[in-house]
């Protein structure tokens, strides 16, 4: 079992940044290919990113790429979300998720491929 902890959300102006953090527990997710989705209210959760288990492979939704980066530190068993040049349409909770061994980019957008969830973290961009 892996348990996801986020945090780092908040409110911010546009153009602002926010550094969201999933802290890890249980396993080490050195094994573990780890994605960042996100849900608005009333509409479907949707991927924002990714990275592979080994680091090798990070994909992007377009509309952050660019804006948002991705990153991994086994050591910490923490996975982070650097968010730049936020705009009001990022505002969501954001999720962190787990999955093992998981490589293929056009698996790691689809949120059912995924076995462990946090909780989220609320991000809100004011315009």
């Known amino acids: 079992q892996v348990q996801l902890v986020e945090s780092g959300g908040g409110l911010v102006q546009a153009g602002g940044s926010l550094r969201l953090s999933c802290a890890a527990s249980?396993?080490?997710?050195?094994?573990?290919?780890m994605g960042w989705f996100r849900q608005a209210p009333g509409k479907e959760r949707e991927f924002v990113s990714a990275i592979s288990w080994q680091g090798g492979a990070i994909v992007y939704e377009d509309s952050v790429k660019g804006r948002f980066t991705i990153s991994k530190d086994n050591a910490k068993n923490t996975v982070y979300l650097q968010m730049n040049s936020l705009k009001p349409e990022d505002t969501a909770v954001y999720y962190c998720?787990?999955?093992?061994?998981?490589?293929?980019?056009?698996?790691?957008?689809?949120?059912?491929?995924?076995?462990?969830w946090g909780q989220g973290t609320q991000v809100t961009v004011s315009s």
């Open positions: 998720a787990a999955v093992f061994g998981l490589t293929i980019v056009r698996a790691m957008r689809i949120p059912h491929n995924y076995d462990y």
């Open positions: 249980g396993r080490t997710i050195s094994d573990y290919a």
